[in-house]
């Protein structure tokens, strides 16, 4: 699943080609926005918390509402006077968004995994295999994206916050509770497990038994924030191939601090990677 730190790169990707573009034409290939028409409507902003894209708009005046082309009895719905709403996507395990200059061939994924398609007269964006498309109000971002611990990069991080989340469930296992978007928003695997690596915590550790989560928290803001800008995600500073993690990916592979080689296991509905000697069981 992609990180918080890719997730804020694509929105970085839509930002540059369609901030304050005026779309002139949409393709929704999804049923719950098929028909939509978001032709003359001007993208304002994109976004990301954690791991959900917010790519915001202003519908023009006269406008119909998303989705409510018309009335149940035919005739046009009441337009709104130029209101700002909100294409929210989740890429999950899969999900990816790419931009093209206008003719240019949309060559990232198979055309059947395209989702969606946003034109404006410098841009095109393409959205590929992505999740829980909807569009909402901006005002109902909420409903969306509410239920979210602090974001790692974004303006609301708070580093006490996302401790006292983590903090009410002692019994949890830290590996678990790290992958939980409700405590702190946009930590994966990759960085699960390479945070408490570098933390000395082994994932099956209760949380009421770590002896730091502040360090931890604030360790994985420090790496997210790290890799912003770049789509190579390292944790050890390197960018070589083989070279940019701890344990991540490296299953009977040597420590690199100690030798012993590096185990996979799953843990919850996900698989872990970890150092036995380095990080060994709690107390």
């Not at 698989?271 to 060994?280: L, N």
């Amino acid at each position: 699943m992609p990180e918080g730190d890719t997730v804020w790169n694509t929105a970085r990707v839509l930002q540059r080609a369609l901030a304050d573009a005026r779309l002139t034409g949409s393709d929704f290939r999804v049923p719950q926005l098929a028909g939509t028409d978001l032709t003359g409507w001007t993208v304002r902003e994109s976004a990301s918390r954690g791991k959900h894209l917010l790519l915001r708009l202003e519908s023009p005046p006269g406008a119909s509402a998303p989705g409510h082309p018309s009335a149940a009895d035919g005739s046009p719905a009441e337009p709104d006077t130029g209101t700002r709403w909100t294409l929210h996507s989740h890429l999950r395990m899969d999900g990816a968004w790419r931009a093209y200059a206008p003719g240019e061939r949309w060559a990232a994924r198979p055309a059947h995994l395209i989702r969606v398609v946003l034109r404006s007269p410098h841009a095109v964006a393409v959205g590929y295999h992505l999740h829980d498309l909807a569009l909402v109000p901006t005002a109902a971002e909420g409903h969306l994206v509410g239920h979210l611990g602090p974001d790692l990069l974004g303006p609301d991080w708070d580093p006490a916050e996302a401790v006292r989340r983590l903090a009410a469930h002692p019994d949890t296992t830290i590996g678990e509770a790290l992958l939980d978007q409700r405590n702190l928003a946009g930590i994966g695997n990759l960085y699960k497990c390479e945070v408490l690596f570098l933390r000395g915590v082994s994932p099956w550790t209760p949380v009421g038994a770590v002896p730091d989560l502040a360090g931890t928290v604030t360790l994985a803001q420090r790496l997210l924030a790290a890799n912003r800008g770049r789509w190579t995600q390292s944790t050890t500073g390197a960018l070589h191939r083989g070279q940019t993690s701890y344990v991540y990916g490296r299953r009977a592979q040597p420590c690199r601090r100690c030798g012993t080689a590096i185990r996979k296991e799953e843990l919850g509905e996900r698989v872990t990677y970890w150092c036995p000697v380095c990080q060994p069981p709690s107390q």
